[in-house]
């Protein structure tokens, strides 16, 4: 490695060095194909007076290399639309190749679960055979796409991490901002709307929705996952930023928008009516054809929506952002001034419940949200993506959702409100940032952010932004059983069993339902409050669960019979749960009950625990016991009532 005096007082960077361990990391992609060919350079070794940017602002655009990071392109490519944002990532007024006071050092800034981060770096950069390697800009002699992409990859773990990834998370990570991506094939949106006033949408008409004003204020960038028949040099999985919109109308009078795309290959790649010399730009007075292919610089290509619509599988969209910080709303056009986040967890054991199908769905973390006027909402839920530490691998990202529901009463049941349907949701994916958009109506809203799988443990990141004044708080979770002077809670197990063709009959949807095993409850104290938590543990293996659930019917006064068909249970744990223990926590008005509980699907057998903790009334009496005249110890004795 050099050293500092080697380079005559020049910074190197101790914590990404310029060898193989910042270039790979777990070998798993064709880059280690070039072990042992990478040599590192200062700008001015490649090449005389080096810049940061160009004279020529075409020229600035990134240019892709051996690294399979279109995606990160694609992001840089939107910073030079904003200037505000490429100063906030690349603060200005750094020293350059020929101040007096340049030391080879570069400072960055990204945008990480929150907050913006530095990242520092020296500017010895990988070639191969005295050339850059991977990204650079169109002009050889500018240097600030390959300087960021070191300070990404630094942030990453190398330069191997960078190898495929999503236009949505460099999007956030340049801006702040939120992205989301849309199907152009007729999917339709993961966000699950409940309210009778939103529709579903199917994705590959929402793009053609946008005015051309946001299309220009927006991220925007295409991928396909396969090799398209218009671009057949392209393999899966590119991605290419869309640079301009444009409604242009024929010669016989017809609208057409055509759409400039840019490859970061370099190359344009296109083999449509609207590629250089294709028919299509005869339909267009030969003034505007030469207006518009004389904007297209190297890479660059046109084509018209119908095209794109047919080429590319998939489109991300990034909001574009004010220079205060305020997101503007895709949809409307409106300024988003309010916004709020918080950052919690999923604890395996305390808080990571899991998703709706289980009955530990209710300890995942809560928050209120508060809506103080009729408003646009955008709701976004980011799980922690990138390493803390460049050592360590990156997380494994988790399914995660979002739920909103729309809490009418200041006291509510929160078990019957999960039972309920939501306001409205996105299912659960395997992203880092899943997002919500909607209108809210002046109220409170509890909103639970999920994984799928119930245990799975991570970091989150809540964020709301709406063009109404709101608030964000942690709904604080209620505190456990407690023993008090005015009453204690006693346990109580009973076993049983399903029993194939006796009594295994299956959930409420099944008319076997009343064959399942009975077990009777009485309760003597209803003091206010949660007064009984009833479990229902299945004895199977993991590997092996039954679905189970169990309701709970208040036994008419008089009556010994009780036909679970023709009666409503007054308490219910379910959806039924592919899980080892079910609950429900839950306040019952002293008096006789009985406790089916049941497999979702009859005639399937296995052993069961149910237990019963209850309280019940004890009164306390204090004694004072002096010891001494130094010490006096106050005990509380229960005497059973």
Same mark, same amino acid.
């Given at each position: 490695?050099e050293?500092?005096?080697?380079h005559?007082g020049?910074?190197?960077?101790p914590? =990404?060095?310029?060898?193989?361990?910042?270039l790979?990391?777990?070998?798993?992609?064709?880059?280690?194909?070039?072990?042992?060919?990478?040599?590192?350079?200062?700008?001015q070794e490649?090449?005389k007076?080096?810049?940061?940017f160009p004279?020529?602002p075409?020229?600035?655009?990134?240019?892709?290399?051996?690294l399979g990071?279109c995606?990160?392109?694609?992001a840089c490519?939107?910073?030079?639309?904003?200037?505000h944002?490429?100063n906030?990532?690349?603060p200005?007024e750094?020293p350059?190749w020929?101040?007096?006071?340049?030391?080879?050092?570069?400072?960055?800034? +990204?945008w990480?679960n929150?907050?913006?981060?530095e990242?520092?770096v020296d500017?010895r950069?990988?070639?191969?055979?005295d @050339?850059? *390697?991977?990204?650079?800009?169109q /002009?050889?002699?500018? =240097?600030?796409?390959?300087?960021?992409?070191?300070?990404?990859a630094?942030?990453?773990?190398s330069?191997?991490r960078?190898w495929?990834g999503?236009v949505?998370e460099?999007v956030?990570?340049?801006s702040g901002?939120i992205?989301?991506?849309?199907s152009?094939?007729?999917?339709e949106?993961p966000?699950?709307?409940?309210?009778?006033?939103?529709?579903?949408?199917p994705?590959?008409?929402r793009?053609?929705?946008?005015s051309l004003?946001?299309?220009?204020r927006?991220?925007? /960038?295409?991928c396909?996952?396969?090799a398209?028949?218009?671009?057949?040099?392209l393999g899966?999985f590119?991605?290419m930023?869309v640079?301009?919109w &444009?409604?242009?109308?024929?010669?016989?009078?017809?609208?057409?928008?055509l759409?400039?795309?840019r490859?970061p290959?370099g190359?344009?790649?296109?083999?449509?009516?609207?590629?250089e010399?294709g028919?299509?730009w005869?339909?267009?007075?030969?003034?505007c054809s030469?207006?518009?292919l004389?904007r297209?610089?190297?890479?660059? +290509?046109?084509?018209?929506e @119908?095209e794109?619509q047919q080429?590319f599988?998939?489109v991300?969209v990034?909001y574009?952002i004010?220079?205060?910080?305020?997101?503007q709303s895709?949809?409307?056009?409106?300024y988003?001034t309010?916004?709020?986040q918080i950052?919690s967890?999923?604890?395996?054991g305390?808080?990571?419940g899991?998703?709706?199908n289980?009955? @530990?769905f209710?300890?995942?973390?809560?928050?209120?949200?508060?809506?103080c006027?009729?408003?646009?909402?955008?709701l976004?839920?980011?799980?922690?993506g990138?390493?803390?530490?460049?050592?360590?691998p990156?997380?494994?990202?988790q399914?995660?959702?979002?739920?909103?529901w729309?809490?009418?009463k200041k006291h509510f049941?929160?078990?019957?409100?999960l039972n309920k349907?939501p306001?409205v949701s996105h299912t659960h994916?395997?992203?880092?940032?899943v997002?919500?958009? &909607?209108?809210l109506?002046?109220g +409170?809203?509890?909103l639970v952010? %999920?994984t799928?799988l119930?245990?799975a443990?991570g970091?989150?990141l809540?964020r709301?932004?709406s063009?109404?004044?709101t608030?964000?708080?942690?709904?604080k979770?209620p505190p456990?059983?407690?023993h008090?002077?005015?009453?204690?809670?006693?346990t109580?197990?009973s076993?049983?069993?399903w029993s194939i063709?006796?009594?295994?009959?299956g %959930?409420r949807?099944f %008319?076997?339902?009343?064959?399942?095993?009975?077990i009777?409850?009485?309760?003597?104290?209803?003091?206010?409050?949660?007064?009984v938590?009833v479990?229902?543990?299945?004895?199977?293996p993991?590997?092996?669960?039954h679905a189970?659930g169990?309701?709970?019917?208040k036994?008419?006064?008089?009556?010994?019979l009780l036909?679970p *068909?023709a009666?409503?249970?007054?308490?219910?744990?379910?959806p039924h749960?592919h899980?080892?223990?079910?609950?429900?926590?839950c306040r019952l008005q002293s008096g006789e009950?009985?406790?089916?509980?049941?497999?979702?699907?009859?005639?399937?057998?296995?052993h069961?625990?149910l237990t019963?903790?209850r309280r019940?009334?004890?009164?306390?009496?204090q004694s004072?016991?002096l010891?001494?005249h130094?010490v006096?110890e106050?005990s509380?004795?229960?005497v059973?009532?």
């Amino acid at each position: 490695m050099e050293t500092e005096s080697e380079h005559h007082g020049m910074f190197v960077d101790p914590d =990404f060095p310029a060898d193989d361990s910042s270039l790979f990391c777990d070998y798993a992609t064709p880059l280690p194909k070039l072990l042992g060919d990478v040599t590192w350079l200062r700008p001015q070794e490649i090449c005389k007076q080096p810049q940061l940017f160009p004279d020529d602002p075409v020229e600035a655009h990134p240019k892709q290399g051996i690294l399979g990071d279109c995606w990160l392109l694609c992001a840089c490519s939107m910073l030079l639309k904003n200037q505000h944002l490429l100063n906030k990532v690349f603060p200005p007024e750094q020293p350059l190749w020929g101040d007096h006071v340049y030391r080879g050092e570069f400072r960055f800034q +990204f945008w990480q679960n929150g907050h913006w981060i530095e990242v520092r770096v020296d500017d010895r950069l990988p070639c191969i055979n005295d @050339t850059l *390697c991977f990204s650079r800009c169109q /002009s050889p002699r500018a =240097f600030w796409v390959a300087l960021l992409e070191k300070a990404y990859a630094k942030l990453c773990g190398s330069y191997e991490r960078l190898w495929a990834g999503q236009v949505c998370e460099a999007v956030v990570d340049l801006s702040g901002s939120i992205a989301v991506r849309w199907s152009l094939k007729g999917a339709e949106s993961p966000q699950q709307p409940k309210d009778s006033q939103t529709q579903h949408t199917p994705n590959g008409t929402r793009l053609s929705e946008l005015s051309l004003e946001l299309k220009e204020r927006c991220a925007i /960038s295409c991928c396909v996952h396969s090799a398209p028949t218009g671009i057949p040099e392209l393999g899966q999985f590119h991605a290419m930023g869309v640079m301009e919109w &444009t409604n242009m109308t024929t010669t016989s009078g017809e609208q057409v928008e055509l759409i400039r795309i840019r490859n970061p290959w370099g190359r344009r790649s296109w083999a449509g009516v609207w590629r250089e010399g294709g028919s299509g730009w005869a339909s267009l007075e030969p003034s505007c054809s030469q207006a518009l292919l004389g904007r297209t610089a190297e890479g660059e +290509f046109w084509m018209d929506e @119908t095209e794109f619509q047919q080429e590319f599988d998939e489109v991300t969209v990034g909001y574009p952002i004010s220079d205060a910080g305020h997101l503007q709303s895709i949809y409307t056009g409106s300024y988003l001034t309010h916004s709020h986040q918080i950052g919690s967890h999923w604890v395996k054991g305390h808080s990571a419940g899991g998703c709706r199908n289980n009955s @530990t769905f209710s300890i995942n973390p809560k928050f209120w949200l508060k809506a103080c006027e009729s408003g646009e909402v955008l709701l976004s839920l980011l799980q922690y993506g990138h390493p803390e530490s460049p050592a360590e691998p990156p997380p494994h990202l988790q399914a995660i959702a979002l739920h909103v529901w729309k809490v009418e009463k200041k006291h509510f049941n929160l078990m019957r409100m999960l039972n309920k349907p939501p306001l409205v949701s996105h299912t659960h994916a395997y992203d880092r940032e899943v997002v919500v958009h &909607t209108h809210l109506n002046p109220g +409170f809203y509890l909103l639970v952010p %999920s994984t799928f799988l119930q245990g799975a443990e991570g970091r989150f990141l809540l964020r709301v932004s709406s063009s109404c004044s709101t608030s964000l708080s942690v709904m604080k979770s209620p505190p456990p059983l407690q023993h008090c002077s005015e009453g204690e809670w006693e346990t109580i197990s009973s076993h049983g069993c399903w029993s194939i063709g006796s009594t295994a009959g299956g %959930s409420r949807n099944f %008319s076997t339902h009343g064959l399942n095993p009975r077990i009777p409850l009485t309760l003597t104290y209803d003091p206010g409050g949660n007064n009984v938590k009833v479990t229902l543990c299945q004895n199977r293996p993991e590997n092996s669960l039954h679905a189970i659930g169990f309701h709970i019917y208040k036994v008419p006064d008089g009556d010994s019979l009780l036909t679970p *068909c023709a009666m409503s249970p007054v308490v219910s744990c379910v959806p039924h749960a592919h899980s080892q223990e079910v609950s429900v926590f839950c306040r019952l008005q002293s008096g006789e009950y009985v406790v089916i509980p049941s497999t979702y699907q009859p005639e399937l057998s296995a052993h069961f625990t149910l237990t019963f903790t209850r309280r019940i009334h004890r009164k306390a009496m204090q004694s004072q016991e002096l010891l001494g005249h130094v010490v006096q110890e106050v005990s509380c004795v229960s005497v059973m009532r």
